[in-house]
């Protein structure tokens, strides 16, 4: 008799197989490839709106392979509540290996007794990412959400707006053990004008949960009118941010309302600027704005990381004419920067993406040559081995910003991305 080969084995030689048809007919060879394949297949879920209904039976299946193998799931919106969609929402708790879960709805569920939190949301015990992308009916809903999932780590919300009614910021009486959720990593849109004291309610509140370094994403992009909202909450959880990702709008001097003093422990900061198409506020950024927020870096900040997004916009103004960036070039080599290891743009390449395979689309190129200055990165790629957006900043940025920078290791990056 034939030994088995160690399932480990059988697991490597199917990470080869890429396609899910294959897959399922590799399915059939045995209870050992039956398990290894049902990983690969289930693993990440997305249900459409229109495959919904399908979805729900398949879940009520005595035997379903979903809620023993799915990693990911993605759930549809769903419209007004339904007696299939609180019986949808109510089988997460059922899913063992569930880690990620976006939903493009919030299920409303009226007439619930809000003190007990599994009649409004279930437990799902390892979920340690959550995305939400349309609007709650009201921050107790939220909350309720989130006290069910005690793993989680990474939240990220989409177009919130918590409409007018909102809970007590401080609800510890109604749920004296429960402890901050330790975010690691928050990603919200910044809400608009309206309802403005639900919205300081949130933040305040999602402040609270903040007990260890996280890294925040503020997207949006921010209006005049939230700077001081967005600029207090960063302050009250500065002790703990590590990365910063902050998005502006039209005024480019906005960056400039950060307080970097009361950030101790950041490490990585990451700006993108829309600029709203017009060549003055691209000029003004990168001569004023941009610098201005290096000179005024505390001179104990531990900031290694700066990322520079570059949209297409700002691309085709800087085929016609580069702004001036000799106060930037200076910023750069200022002693309250001597911290600072690397200075990466980030280009916005239309098309450049990587299929399953590992191949990036026809017509683009690698970045073989990831850091433009150092000798390290080997032979730079010749004019038609790149892409056109990373040629246009490394032949027109990079050189007038004067790297490499003699006596530092400062170090100027350039990688690309697509939308």
């Keep these: 008799m034939v030994e088995p080969l160690p399932p480990e084995l059988y697991d490597t030689i199917l990470q080869l ?15 050992v490839w039956l398990h290894i394949t049902r990983h690969r297949l289930y693993d990440k879920i997305i249900v459409s709106e229109s495959g919904l209904q399908t979805f729900l039976v398949l879940l009520c299946a005595p035997h379903n392979a979903f809620i ?35 939903l493009r709805s919030l299920v409303v569920l009226p007439d619930s007794n809000e003190d007990d939190d599994t009649a409004l949301h279930p437990d799902v015990l390892h979920l340690t990412l959550l995305q939400l992308d349309s609007a709650f009916a ?60 639900a919205d300081e309610c949130f933040l305040s509140w999602t402040a609270l949960q903040v007990s260890e370094l996280v890294t ?35 005024d480019g001097s906005h960056i400039a309302s950060v307080d970097f003093a009361a950030l101790p422990a950041l490490t990585s900061l990451r700006l993108t600027f829309d600029g709203s198409g017009y060549s003055r506020t691209w000029t003004a950024y990168y001569e004023h704005h941009l610098p201005q927020l290096l000179e005024r870096l505390p001179m104990d900040n531990i900031i290694a990381n700066l990322t520079v997004d570059v949209i297409r916009t700002q691309m085709f103004l800087w085929s016609w004419g580069l ?41 683009h190129y690698p970045d073989t040559a990831s850091d433009p200055t150092s000798g390290e990165a080997g032979e730079q790629p010749q004019q ?10 490394r032949s027109r940025v990079v050189g007038n910003l004067g790297f490499p920078v003699v006596g530092s290791n400062l170090k100027c990056l350039v990688t690309l991305f697509d939308d």
């Design 138 to 197: 009201d921050l107790a809903q939220f909350k309720s959400l989130l006290r069910r999932m005690p793993a989680l780590k990474h939240l990220k919300l989409g177009s919130v707006n918590w409409g007018t009614a909102y809970s007590n910021l401080h609800d510890s009486a109604a749920h004296p053990h429960q402890a901050p959720i330790a975010l690691r990593t928050l990603d919200f849109r910044v809400p608009s004008d309206e309802a403005k004291s």
């Design 17 to 31: 197989v890429t396609d899910n048809s294959a897959l399922r007919i590799c399915s059939l060879v045995c209870h």
């Design 68 to 102: 023993r193998y799915t990693r990911h799931l993605e759930l549809p919106s769903w419209g007004p509540p339904s007696v299939p969609a609180k019986a949808l929402l109510h089988s997460l708790a059922s899913f063992v290996r569930l880690a990620e879960l976006r």
């Design 384 to 393: 038609g081995q790149m892409c056109g957006p990373a040629l246009l900043v």
């Design 216 to 250: 925040v994403h503020v997207w949006g992009p921010i209006s005049s009118a939230r700077l001081a909202l967005m600029g207090t909450f960063i302050s009250t959880i500065g002790i703990n941010l590590a990365a910063l990702h902050v998005e502006f709008g039209y």
């Design 323 to 363: 702004p001036d960036f000799s106060r930037l070039r200076s910023a750069l080599r200022r002693v309250n920067v001597a911290r600072l290891e690397t200075l990466e743009f980030r280009v916005r390449c239309n098309g450049h993406t990587v299929d399953e395979s590992g191949m990036l689309a026809e017509g």
